[in-house]
C-alpha cells in the first residue's frame, strides 16, 4: 500500500488554482483503496511569512473547510494540522544538522522570496528542511508533486540517504518517490497570462475563490483578460496568447477533457460566447460547494474536533517513529 502525504499551506480561503492543481487530484488519490492518504494544514509553513494569529486560525480554517467540502474523507484518510505534531518541529533540528547549507542556498523558492522581501527570515531559508521533516517523519512512499517543489522533493530524498548513511542504517528514512499526477493546467491570473493565480495578488478579479458566488463568477470572467482576436484554431497559435490559453486551460480542466477538443469546440467564435459556457461550468462546480465551506464556517467546533481527531491519529504514528530515531543517534 502507497502512503501519500500531502500539505497545503493555510493561506485563507482556496482558489481555482489550488481546486484544480491539487484538491481534486488529491481527493482523487484518497479513493483508491490501494492507497494511504495523509494531509495535513501545514500552517508552520505558513508562519514563514503570517504573523497575525488570528488570520493564521482563520486561514487554518478556511483550508480545512474547503477540502472537507469537496469531499475529502477524514474518516478514513489522516487529516491533521501540522503544528498540532511537536515531533516534526525536531526532526527539522536533526535534518537541519544534516542537511548541506550549500543547497539549501540553490533552493529556488528561497531566492525568489528573498528577491521580493525586504526582510528575510530563517524560517523562509530552512522551509525545504520541514517539508523534509514532514515527509520523513511519516514513512510517506509518494508525495504528489508540482514543478514548484520537484527541487525540494530532491532535497529530501538526499536528505533521507545521507541521515541512512551518516548512521548505518540503511532504508531507515523511507526514501519518498515523487508522484506525477494527472496533467490538470496551469492556472494564471484572470488579468495577467503570465502570472500565477495567487491570493497574494491585490486584486480580487484575478482569481475565483472557492466562496465566490455566482454573480461574482460571472463578472470575474466577464472581465477576465483576453485579446481581440477570435477564438483560435489549434493549439499553436495559442503561443502568444497566454490569456486565452489560460481561459481555454480552465474550461478543459473542468470538463476533464484535452485541450485540442475545447478549441475545436470553440474554434472561430466569439470570446463573450467562450466566457458565457464557461462562467455556467465553473458556477455548476462551485457554487454548491461555497455554500457548504460558509456551513462549515460558521461551525469552527466541528472544524476543531475533526482536527484533533486527526493530529491525535498522527502524533501516534510520529511519536513511534521519534522515539527510533532517537534511538538509532544514541539520544536514548
Given at each position: 500500500?502507497?502512503?501519500?502525504?500531502?500539505?497545503?499551506?493555510?493561506?485563507?480561503?482556496?482558489?481555482?488554482?489550488?481546486?484544480?492543481?491539487?484538491?481534486?487530484?488529491?481527493?482523487?488519490?484518497?479513493?483508491?483503496?490501494?492507497?494511504?492518504?495523509?494531509?495535513?494544514?501545514?500552517?508552520?509553513?505558513?508562519?514563514?511569512?503570517?504573523?497575525?494569529?488570528?488570520?493564521?486560525?482563520?486561514?487554518?480554517?478556511?483550508?480545512?473547510?474547503?477540502?472537507?467540502?469537496?469531499?475529502?474523507?477524514?474518516?478514513?484518510?489522516?487529516?491533521?494540522?501540522?503544528?498540532?505534531?511537536?515531533?516534526?518541529?525536531?526532526?527539522?533540528?536533526?535534518?537541519?544538522?544534516?542537511?548541506?547549507?550549500?543547497?539549501?542556498?540553490?533552493?529556488?523558492?528561497?531566492?525568489?522570496?528573498?528577491?521580493?522581501?525586504?526582510?528575510?527570515?530563517?524560517?523562509?531559508?530552512?522551509?525545504?528542511?520541514?517539508?523534509?521533516?514532514?515527509?520523513?517523519?511519516?514513512?510517506?512512499?509518494?508525495?504528489?508533486?508540482?514543478?514548484?517543489?520537484?527541487?525540494?522533493?530532491?532535497?529530501?530524498?538526499?536528505?533521507?540517504?545521507?541521515?541512512?548513511?551518516?548512521?548505518?542504517?540503511?532504508?531507515?528514512?523511507?526514501?519518498?518517490?515523487?508522484?506525477?499526477?494527472?496533467?490538470?493546467?496551469?492556472?494564471?491570473?484572470?488579468?495577467?497570462?503570465?502570472?500565477?493565480?495567487?491570493?497574494?495578488?491585490?486584486s480580487d478579479l484575478s482569481r475565483i475563490n472557492l466562496t465566490d458566488n455566482k454573480e461574482e463568477i460571472v463578472n470575474k470572467i466577464k472581465k477576465a483578460k483576453t485579446d481581440p482576436l477570435p477564438m483560435p484554431n489549434d493549439t499553436e497559435s495559442l503561443r502568444e496568447r497566454p490569456e486565452a490559453e489560460n481561459?481555454?486551460?480552465?474550461?478543459?480542466?473542468?470538463?476533464?477533457?484535452?485541450?485540442?477538443?475545447?478549441?475545436?469546440?470553440?474554434?472561430?467564435?466569439?470570446?463573450?460566447?467562450?466566457?458565457?459556457?464557461?462562467?455556467?461550468?465553473?458556477?455548476?462546480?462551485?457554487?454548491?460547494?461555497?455554500?457548504?465551506?460558509?456551513?462549515?464556517?460558521?461551525?469552527?467546533?466541528?472544524?476543531?474536533?475533526?482536527?484533533?481527531?486527526?493530529?491525535?491519529?498522527?502524533?501516534?504514528?510520529?511519536?513511534?517513529?521519534?522515539?527510533?530515531?532517537?534511538?538509532?543517534?544514541?539520544?536514548?
Amino acid at each position: 500500500m502507497a502512503r501519500i502525504l500531502t500539505g497545503i499551506q493555510s493561506t485563507g480561503t482556496p482558489h481555482l488554482g489550488n481546486l484544480l492543481g491539487a484538491i481534486i487530484p488529491a481527493i482523487e488519490l484518497s479513493k483508491d483503496q490501494k492507497n494511504e492518504s495523509l494531509f495535513f494544514i501545514a500552517d508552520l509553513h505558513s508562519f514563514t511569512t503570517i504573523r497575525d494569529a488570528k488570520q493564521l486560525k482563520e486561514n487554518t480554517y478556511a483550508t480545512s473547510a474547503a477540502w472537507i467540502a469537496f469531499g475529502f474523507d477524514t474518516e478514513k484518510n489522516l487529516f491533521y494540522r501540522q503544528s498540532d505534531v511537536a515531533q516534526v518541529c525536531e526532526l527539522t533540528w536533526y535534518l537541519n544538522c544534516i542537511a548541506p547549507y550549500q543547497r539549501l542556498q540553490l533552493a529556488h523558492s528561497f531566492k525568489d522570496k528573498s528577491d521580493r522581501l525586504s526582510e528575510v527570515n530563517t524560517g523562509l531559508f530552512t522551509y525545504p528542511v520541514l517539508m523534509a521533516a514532514d515527509i520523513l517523519l511519516y514513512d510517506a512512499s509518494h508525495v504528489p508533486v508540482g514543478d514548484d517543489q520537484k527541487q525540494h522533493l530532491e532535497l529530501c530524498r538526499d536528505i533521507a540517504q545521507k541521515f541512512n548513511n551518516d548512521f548505518g542504517a540503511s532504508d531507515f528514512l523511507k526514501v519518498p518517490e515523487p508522484l506525477i499526477q494527472k496533467e490538470f493546467s496551469r492556472i494564471m491570473s484572470l488579468k495577467d497570462g503570465v502570472k500565477k493565480m495567487s491570493k497574494s495578488d491585490p486584486s480580487d478579479l484575478s482569481r475565483i475563490n472557492l466562496t465566490d458566488n455566482k454573480e461574482e463568477i460571472v463578472n470575474k470572467i466577464k472581465k477576465a483578460k483576453t485579446d481581440p482576436l477570435p477564438m483560435p484554431n489549434d493549439t499553436e497559435s495559442l503561443r502568444e496568447r497566454p490569456e486565452a490559453e489560460n481561459l481555454l486551460g480552465i474550461y478543459s480542466s473542468l470538463k476533464n477533457q484535452n485541450l485540442e477538443k475545447s478549441i475545436s469546440e470553440f474554434e472561430g467564435k466569439n470570446f463573450s460566447e467562450f466566457k458565457e459556457k464557461l462562467s455556467n461550468i465553473l458556477i455548476s462546480k462551485i457554487e454548491p460547494i461555497s455554500k457548504e465551506i460558509k456551513k462549515l464556517l460558521s461551525d469552527e467546533s466541528y472544524l476543531d474536533q475533526v482536527l484533533l481527531k486527526g493530529s491525535e491519529k498522527a502524533d501516534k504514528i510520529a511519536s513511534k517513529k521519534m522515539r527510533e530515531i532517537k534511538e538509532l543517534i544514541s539520544f536514548y
